[in-house]
């Protein structure tokens, strides 16, 4: 479960004010010349720009956070989840495993009643039969576009024990997981939209599991993904060539940069 931590962005925040500063002049005694309006003008442009990457990166952050911290919380059973040091503010509401690949994923609610949805990484021999079951076979939702087929079978199997305890239609989950759990989240977020639901996809050191039409497929569908990934993580790199070769490609937009550790992140919590 390290790598959970291991994986997570820090996204370097704009330490300088100086774009701002410029941008609150003082006041001359008479109206000075149109230039200098405008070189003003550009000055605040630029530093309302500045402000809303900064208010972006911060919500990245904080949803990169509850996302490791519920991947984190997927792989421990419900009945001691509240034990858990990142189970504050997070309940548990339901724990399902698919009986046939042994893939798993938890259910949580925050505080503020939003629902989480984390697919458990890999915990088992027959888990890593299920990530080497690469296949590619047709999405069976578009045989046009192709998908892993450990992932999709596994995704399959887990949906009708998930669906139960997810909202009604119209409503808004975080949908995550880790490692193997990336894959069958990617796959369960269609699933969400296609019941109605509106999944945010958030995936921590998960595969590429598709080629371009799935992901073109995914992204008509679902919208914006962020894949967290650690670039000195073995386990992704050591496929890179695999999923070159079969035309793989990331649903979303891939975050690699600055990664923190995990003692850093229980202290923030």
């Not at 904080?62 to 189970?87: D, G, K, Q, T, W």
């Not at 921590?204 to 039409?213: F, M, Q, S, T």
């Amino acid at each position: 479960m390290c790598r959970i931590f291991a994986i997570l962005v820090a996204l370097a925040l704009p330490t300088s004010t100086s774009a701002i500063a410029a941008a609150h002049v003082a006041a001359p005694s008479r109206r000075p010349p149109p230039s200098m309006l405008a070189a003003a003008d550009d000055r605040w442009a630029a530093a309302r720009e500045a402000g809303e990457r900064t208010s972006q990166r911060t919500d990245l952050l904080a949803r990169s956070l509850l996302a490791a911290r519920a991947c984190s919380l997927a792989f421990v059973p419900p009945s001691a989840i509240r034990y858990e040091p990142y189970a504050k503010g997070l309940r548990c509401v339901a724990q399902i495993e698919d009986p046939a690949t042994l893939s798993g994923a938890t259910v949580l609610e925050t505080a503020a009643g939003e629902v989480v949805l984390a697919c458990r990484g890999s915990a088992s021999f027959k888990n890593f039969g299920t990530t080497t079951d690469i296949g590619p076979e047709p999405l069976l939702a578009n045989p046009m576009a192709r998908v892993h087929r450990g992932f999709q079978r596994a995704s399959e199997g887990m949906w009708p024990l998930l669906r139960p305890h997810l909202p009604a239609t119209g409503g808004r989950l975080l949908v995550t997981g880790h490692s193997l759990g990336g894959g069958t989240a990617t796959l369960l977020a269609l699933k969400c939209e296609a019941a109605g639901l509106t999944p945010e996809l958030i995936t921590v050191a998960g595969p590429r599991l598709g080629d371009a039409a799935f992901a073109s497929h995914y992204r008509e569908r679902c919208g914006e993904a962020v894949h967290l990934v650690h670039e000195r993580d073995e386990v992704l790199t050591s496929n890179t060539k695999l999923w070159d070769d079969l035309g793989f490609a990331h649903v979303g937009r891939v975050a690699r940069r600055g990664c923190v550790r995990l003692a850093r992140f229980g202290r923030a919590l």
